[in-house]
């Protein structure tokens, strides 16, 4: 992702879920690679996050604020 205020996590996760299921396969989880703006977690309200290892540290201003 590059942009959620443009493209929502909601939006990213219902099109992963899409080609999953024109694949003939499902989704049991979700990893989150790198770091995600608090926001994006914020405006993602209704959305079903399965992320398995999301956790404060991987929250970009939470890792700002530690470095800082």
């Known amino acids: 992702m590059i942009d959620y205020e443009v493209t929502t996590l909601c939006a990213v996760i219902e099109a992963v879920k899409a080609e999953a ?4 396969v499902g989704i049991s989880g979700m990893e989150l690679i790198g770091l995600i703006p608090r926001k994006a977690i914020e405006t993602a309200g209704g959305c079903d996050l399965q992320f398995e290892n ?3 540290g991987l929250v970009f201003e939470n890792r700002i604020e530690e470095l800082l």
């Open 54 to 56: 999301l956790h404060d």
């Open 21 to 24: 299921v024109s694949a003939g």
